[in-house]
């Protein structure tokens, strides 16, 4: 005769949307336990049969991930049931875009989020059997799963970047090898700020930590041939003898660094400027030692920063309100979408240096497919593109300008030299049209530049390439730099005093100017804009 059944508790007696009705109520991890009660407890938590769930037990773990992991307004289930397995400790990082995954059920999927979160909050965990819990943490310091999976995605663009070769070349695997490996970082495991917002420091984090340095891996050894200082994540500008490039800083928990009183965490740094990081706020400020030095909001919300420089200083002016919960991740979207997009090229950072790959870097200037922001027009066979950035440290937007004599692999504009009536053209002058606008009027005021060559340059186009000459030799001898392959480019300045325009033309001599084959002709520079940018590098 079978044994008879063990009564049932008065709970376990409730219909079933009553106690999960009741159970919703309860801390997820108090779940846990009450799962180990009885068979009709555990049904509950995770539904009959083969324990997949059903709609009563998968409507608690929706709960659960709403209320404990930031899921709120996930009214995709699909979006609910993504998860990220953890790695083992050791040297391949604590979690990899390769561990995205769909989780059978919401309570994979939330079993999978509280792995991360005792890893990154082990100093919260209660006991050491199992079910573990966790204490309570402020609701600010939390994982939010949203922030994870929004990392996971970002940094998939970047590793897929770095590995098309197509589009970054050597530096791509040079960048993605200098990356440190993920960890479970928290910020302020002291406790000593009161509200604090990492979630989105935790994420980016979680995945890689940070860039070697290659100025301190061979600080004390000579340093090798192929030695590249300019290889920062986030790349770089030259304008005369300023070179910067931006570098993604290893966090240094430890430190006890203070903008403003504020605790911050230094995120990336490059020459005269520096992002940090509140930790009490999460915001992310570019800081500047520079002429222009002062904080400035690195990520704006939705709408937009009205920037002006007003006595030799930048003042800002918030359209809307900031939203600093997730700047930082923001920050790192905002350039993993620019370069999944093409916005960037890379090449020498210091401009015409044949044949030298030791100086390559992304290069900041906007590209022809950041079609807002780069220009491009073709005269009698010669292109010119053009494009700028604006230089908080300095105070100045920095323009860049590119030109070539296109050869017929070259596509769209190329015309023969039968009937652009030449087989090289040599660069004379400039006409530079620059645009400001003014705070009280619809107006630009233009300001006409004219003068010989460029910063000292006359470069010789001819198909392919170019030959470099400087001021004063033009007639002679090549510079030191002589011969180059594609465009010949370079950058110079304006004074950011207001947004406005920059447009022109460059005058060439058919032939050489030492040996001229026809007339001055002017190759058109079409508009580009001088803007202040949303986001700060």
Same mark, same amino acid.
């Given at each position: 005769m079978a044994a008879p059944a063990p009564p049932r508790s008065p709970f376990e007696a409730l219909p079933r949307h009553t106690a999960t009705s009741i159970l919703s109520y309860v801390a997820s991890d108090d779940w846990l336990d009450f799962r180990l009660a009885s068979r009709s407890s555990f049904e509950i938590v995770h539904g009959g049969a083969a324990a997949g769930g059903d709609e009563g037990s998968e409507s608690l773990w929706r709960l659960a991930l709403v209320r404990d992991y930031g899921f709120g307004g996930?009214?995709?289930?699909? $979006?609910?049931?993504?998860?990220?397995?953890?790695?083992?400790?050791?040297?391949?990082?604590?979690?990899? /875009?390769?561990? +995205? $995954? /769909?989780?059978p059920n919401l309570f994979i999927s939330w079993k999978h989020w509280r792995r991360i979160d005792v890893c990154i909050h082990p100093r919260s965990i209660i006991g050491y059997g199992r079910p573990r819990q966790l204490k309570s943490i402020p609701r600010s310091e939390t994982i939010v799963g949203p922030h994870f999976l929004r990392a996971a995605s970002m940094w998939r663009k970047i590793e897929q970047w770095c590995?098309?070769?197509?589009?970054?070349? /050597? =530096?791509?695997?040079?960048?993605?090898?200098?990356?440190?490996?993920?960890?479970?970082l928290e910020p302020n495991s002291d406790g000593g700020i009161r509200i604090a917002k990492t979630s989105a420091f935790k994420a980016v984090n979680a995945f890689y930590s940070g860039q070697r340095d290659p100025r301190a891996m061979h600080a004390t050894a000579a340093q090798p041939?192929?030695?590249?200082?300019?290889?920062?994540?986030? &790349?770089?500008?030259?304008?005369?003898?300023? *070179?910067?490039?931006?570098?993604? /800083?290893?966090?240094? =928990?430890?430190? %006890?660094?203070?903008? &403003? &009183?504020?605790?911050?965490?230094? *995120?990336?740094? &490059?020459?005269?400027?520096a992002i940090v990081m509140e930790i009490g706020s999460g915001q992310l400020y570019f800081l500047s030692d520079g002429n222009m030095a002062r904080k400035l909001v690195a990520t704006p919300a939705a709408g937009e920063i009205d920037r002006r420089t007003i006595g030799?200083? +930048?003042?800002?002016?918030?359209?809307?309100?900031?939203?600093?919960?997730?700047? +930082?991740?923001?920050?790192?979207?905002?350039?993993?979408?620019?370069?999944?997009?093409?916005?960037?090229?890379?090449?020498?950072? +210091?401009? %015409?240096?044949p044949g030298n790959q030791t100086l390559h870097s992304i290069l900041r200037y906007p590209t022809l497919a950041d079609t807002a922001n780069c220009s491009r027009a073709v005269t009698r066979g010669v292109e010119v593109v053009a494009s700028a950035i604006f230089v908080p440290e300095m105070g100045m937007f920095v323009y860049s300008i590119r030109m070539r004599l296109l050869a017929p692999e070259d596509g769209d504009g190329y015309v023969p030299p039968e009937e652009r009536g030449f087989r090289g053209c040599q660069l004379l002058s400039r006409h530079w049209r620059i645009g400001k606008s003014s705070p009280n009027s619809d107006e630009h005021s233009v300001e006409e530049v004219r003068g010989e060559g460029v910063i000292g340059f006359y470069p010789l186009l001819h198909e392919g390439g170019y030959t470099n000459y400087e001021d004063g030799e033009y007639v002679q001898r090549p510079s030191q730099l002589e011969r180059g392959t594609g465009y010949f480019s370079y950058q110079s300045c304006t004074g950011a005093d207001s947004p406005g325009f920059l447009e022109g033309s460059l005058q060439f001599r058919p032939g050489s100017l030492a040996e001229p084959s026809g007339d001055v002709f002017d190759v058109r520079v079409a508009r580009f804009p001088l803007k202040f940018s949303q986001f700060l590098y």
């Open positions: 996930a009214d995709d289930d699909e $979006f609910l049931h993504r998860a990220i397995r953890t790695r083992a400790r050791g040297g391949v990082g604590f979690l990899s /875009t390769d561990d +995205i $995954f /769909t989780a590995d098309d070769e197509e589009r970054s070349g /050597t =530096l791509g695997r040079e960048i993605k090898s200098s990356l440190l490996p993920g960890k479970p041939r192929d030695f590249n200082p300019f290889s920062g994540l986030f &790349g770089g500008f030259q304008a005369y003898n300023v *070179i910067s490039s931006m570098r993604w /800083t290893e966090p240094d =928990l430890d430190s %006890n660094h203070r903008c &403003g &009183g504020e605790p911050i965490i230094i *995120i990336a740094q &490059g020459e005269m400027k030799g200083r +930048i003042h800002e002016e918030y359209k809307d309100a900031v939203d600093s919960e997730d700047s +930082i991740l923001r920050w790192f979207e905002e350039h993993a979408d620019r370069l999944h997009r093409n916005f960037y090229s890379v090449g020498n950072i +210091i401009a %015409n240096i």
